[in-house]
């Protein structure tokens, strides 16, 4: 691309009031793509205004791209009684109250709450087009927002808010490129979704001894026993919390879990986003924990499992059980994950539900003898690592489409039509 020496601005680019675009690209206002259009709700009182024929949105259901079906509906006489509108087919439903920008393409006519200020795009525009550079700029619409309860946009500040436009040719093409990318990560967010279902599916099958591993003989090992987790292991124990007013005790280099580590990173831990000092170690009930032990949440979270691959402290949320040789860690994790769905039953009732330590000890899981838990868990962590694989395969799309989406949108990649 050859630059102008003078205004340092490519040839056939110039600048703007909102940075430097195509030439053949304008700068208009939101108000001249179309039409922006508020929403509301009938009396929640009143029977004959809901459950008929109209699909009703709340912003909480705007959670992906394509709206269909709403979880109510109102009447004609809700709508007339209301300041709820009908809106055609196409209609980005863009949520301005609260939740804001998050936005949606309606498959159907319908309406929504007053936490919306939809865009029906005119014939001169793509509404896929407008659909994206909303996407893209999401920031904007926040930076516009005010409110002290909770924040909002106005349909006036919506209508004022300049996008850049290419011709309705390039709009469509750039629309394009972007949907092929959706596909992309719909397929392969589908694909994981499956995978993990199949693996959920193969763990019921094993825990449950339908489905049975034999030795390099052909015959099956031995019968499974029951034993309680507190006896599987040498050490199971809490750990604590040190003074959070004494600054000291933190900012060590000693890492802390908190219990988001665990469910941001899963299976294993690596890392945490806490440290603290060897004082603060001293002055709590807070202990290094060696690698490789299973780490077994009691609050928040309740029955995640997590396996640390680095030494750590923990708070007096965990419970870290070091097992006894002729127990895998591998086996005894994968065991604990399948046991969450009836963990409820042992939760303490309280304004949180928790677990304490001695329930955890006292839970009865069935042993197969080791060989067999070596087999156990090589195919399930072979499952996980392959799901872990599309998850990380789908990332780097998400990360790619957010990459060309602002090329594309920005005039900075043109595409040819």
Not at 170 to 195: G, R, S
């Amino acid at each position: 691309m050859k630059m102008d020496k003078n205004l340092h601005i490519p040839q056939g680019y110039r600048q703007t009031e909102v940075g430097v675009i195509p030439d053949d690209w304008e700068v208009v206002r939101l108000s001249q793509i179309g039409n922006v259009i508020g929403g509301g709700t009938p009396d929640t009182e009143n029977g004959e205004y809901w459950n008929d024929d109209i699909y009703w949105f709340t912003p909480t259901e705007i959670k992906q791209k394509y709206i269909n079906k709403s979880v109510r509906k109102i009447s004609k006489k809700g709508l007339q009684k209301s300041s709820a509108k009908i809106l055609s087919k196409n209609t980005l439903l863009l949520t301005t109250r609260a939740t804001i920008g998050d936005i949606g393409i309606a498959l159907n006519e319908c309406s929504t709450n007053q936490g919306f200020q939809s865009i029906f795009v005119n014939e001169k525009n793509s509404y896929m087009y407008i659909y994206y550079w909303i996407l893209n700029n999401r920031n904007e619409l926040i930076k516009r927002s005010s409110g002290s309860t909770f924040l909002e946009i106005s349909k006036r500040e919506i209508e004022k808010i300049q996008l850049i436009r290419p011709p309705k040719q390039e709009q469509q093409k750039i629309a394009d490129i972007l949907t092929t990318w959706d596909n992309a990560i719909n397929q392969q967010t589908t694909l994981i979704e499956k995978k993990q279902q199949l693996k959920k599916g193969l763990m019921q099958q094993i825990f449950s001894q339908r489905v049975r591993f034999k030795d390099r003989n052909g015959n099956n090992f031995l019968d499974w026993q029951d034993e309680k987790l507190g006896d599987m292991c040498d050490i199971a124990k809490s750990g604590g919390t040190p003074k959070s007013t004494a600054k000291e005790y933190y900012d060590g280099n000693i890492p802390f879990l908190a219990i988001s580590d665990m469910t941001k990173q899963g299976k294993y831990l690596t890392q945490t986003s806490k440290k603290i000092s060897q004082l603060g170690i001293e002055h709590s009930a807070s202990w290094i924990v060696p690698l490789n032990t299973i780490i077994y949440s009691m609050y928040a979270s309740v029955g995640f499992v997590s396996i640390n691959k680095i030494p750590l402290a923990t708070s007096q949320a965990v419970i870290n059980l070091i097992l006894k040789n002729g127990y895998l860690v591998e086996f005894i994790y994968y065991h604990l994950v399948e046991l969450k769905n009836l963990i409820h039953k042992f939760i303490e009732t309280g304004a949180q539900g928790n677990l304490n330590a001695e329930t955890v000890k006292s839970l009865i899981l069935n042993i197969p003898p080791i060989k067999e838990q070596q087999k156990i868990a090589q195919v399930l962590t072979l499952a996980d690592n392959e799901i872990t694989k599309l998850q990380t395969e789908l990332a780097l799309l998400k990360t790619q489409k957010k990459g060309l989406m602002q090329q594309l949108l920005t005039g900075k990649t043109r595409v040819k039509f």
